[in-house]
């Protein structure tokens, strides 16, 4: 039996109440004004606070204790009823997500003494929070005492996503997946990234769910993170599509596939989409609980750099080439991250959710991008996102150096591929794994199968 929502943000309650003895306050942060009151940004509550409250509230606030949560919110005004019509009144609110008492927000100032906070993003949150609490309160500044106590405490909680998690994010996986679907089989008809983008981004607002970030479409796949919509599609083109659903309470799906817009991988592109594909394949296939996660990356890095030098582009032994970092001038990346109410989860604090205590970002140019260095545990979701890349920047500054390595005139025939990304979302299961992507095909023909039935819609 589907646990209810109440049922699941009583435990969360719970565990946060097992692992700290003082009282958390979360806010779930505001609307930032384009250029009148009015007239905002769109509205993304905290995840944090939304772990905790379940509901995407703005200008409100929780506090937590011994698993008692009180909701701070006020009611909406008369103007706001002609302009946004009826809302939910607080106690509605409150009985909806399970609070055991609800103030409106003035009442906060006199419940702060003893109490821990995260900072949001929203300047006019954490202006709010710095002064009620009498210390800088600022997303730039790493937590410290009892705000680091809470930071740990919630980290470990997120990191296992329960089943109340579990449930939203294959939704948000089974959206992104649809919209994948949709980009593929659209693209023929598309004359710009715009125009694919239209077509991925229509599944997902009809599903009345958001992008869980901008979204990357683009014939410049080399660009990592390309948020520029206006290239012409062109015959013999890559296109490059990462692009993920967000439910109406913020979890997260987050796929990236690369496919041919004629339908058809030249020789020379399917060569290195399979390369990236044998990486892919071998991550997921070697992930399981008690394997570390940066183990993983190195086994991308390795796949990658054998398929390099079987197509003659690399020279030397794969390891080695590992070790001087010579992969990542085409992977310089790292194999993924933590995924759940965010893309890239709890990134917000730092690297406090994705390294293990003691663990440090490595100085290594091939290990410095990783993003999640941890044992893999049952209930932990990551992406998997091997990749290829050509930056004219990255390989022009190695030329000399690694004069060697590459053979330069092998790579050039490579030219029509600027960038592959493969990306799924990677759950850690009791025995395995399980990809709660898996229903979106990576393997070439059947992408090109895709790509082509676009032309009997
Ligand atoms: N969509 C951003 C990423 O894959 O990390
Ligand atoms: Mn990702
Ligand atoms: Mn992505």
Redesign the pocket.
């Known amino acids: 039996m589907p646990v209810s929502l109440i049922d699941t943000l009583h435990q969360r309650r719970q565990n946060l109440a097992n692992l700290i003895n003082f009282p958390a306050i979360l806010w779930a942060g505001n609307s930032s004004p384009r250029n009148f009151p009015a007239n905002v940004f769109p509205f993304r509550a905290s995840s944090h606070f939304l772990y905790f409250a379940g509901l995407p509230l703005a200008n409100a606030a929780i506090r937590m204790e011994a698993g008692k949560l009180e909701l701070f919110i006020d009611e909406a005004t008369p103007s706001s009823a002609l302009w946004h019509g009826e809302t939910p009144k607080r106690d509605e609110i409150a009985t909806q997500i399970g609070a055991d008492a609800a103030y409106p927000m003035t009442e906060l100032a006199s419940t702060i003494e003893g109490a821990a906070t995260i900072a949001v993003q929203d300047a006019s949150t954490w202006t709010q929070q710095t002064q009620l609490f009498n210390r800088m309160v600022l997303p730039q500044l790493p937590p410290q005492g009892i705000d680091l106590e809470l930071a740990k405490a919630i980290v470990k909680l997120r990191l296992i996503h329960d089943e109340g998690a579990l449930t939203e994010l294959r939704k948000a996986s089974a959206v992104s997946v649809a919209a994948h679907q949709a980009g593929m089989r659209a693209v023929k008809k598309c004359k710009t990234e715009a125009e694919v983008r239209a077509a991925m981004e229509s599944v997902i607002i009809a599903h009345e769910m958001q992008t869980s970030?901008n979204s990357?479409v683009t014939v410049h796949g080399e660009v990592l993170h390309n948020e520029h919509y206006h290239h012409p599609i062109q015959v013999g083109d890559l296109l490059l599509a990462?692009v993920?659903a967000e439910t109406s309470t913020g979890w997260a799906g987050?796929i990236?596939r690369t496919f041919p817009t004629s339908g058809k991988f030249s020789s020379t592109q399917r060569d290195i989409y399979d390369v990236v594909l044998a990486a892919h394949d071998a991550c997921i296939a070697a992930m399981h609980p008690g394997v570390e996660y940066a183990d993983i990356h190195l086994l991308a890095c390795k796949v990658i750099a054998e398929g390099l030098v079987d197509l003659g582009i690399l020279q030397g032994n794969p390891e080695e080439l590992v070790e001087k970092d010579v992969h990542a001038l085409f992977f310089p990346h790292g194999i993924g991250?933590l995924l759940g109410l965010d893309?890239?989860d709890m990134e917000d604090l730092g690297d406090l959710a994705g390294y293990e205590e003691g663990r440090d970002r490595s100085q290594r140019f091939g290990l410095g991008y990783l993003r999640l260095n941890r044992t893999l545990r049952p209930g932990m979701l990551v992406?998997i996102?091997p990749g290829f890349y050509q930056v004219p920047a990255i390989l022009q500054s190695a030329r000399s150096h690694y004069q060697y390595l590459i053979n330069w005139e092998r790579l050039q025939q490579f030219a029509d591929v600027r960038g592959i990304r493969i990306?799924d979302d990677v759950l850690v299961t009791n025995t395995g794994t399980e990809v709660l992507t898996n229903a979106l095909p990576t393997a070439a023909k059947e992408i090109e199968e895709l790509v082509c039935s676009g032309e009997k819609i």
Do not use: A, L, P, R
Request: charged fraction near 35%.
């Open positions: 970030y990357i990462d993920g987050d990236t991250h893309v890239h992406t996102e990306e």
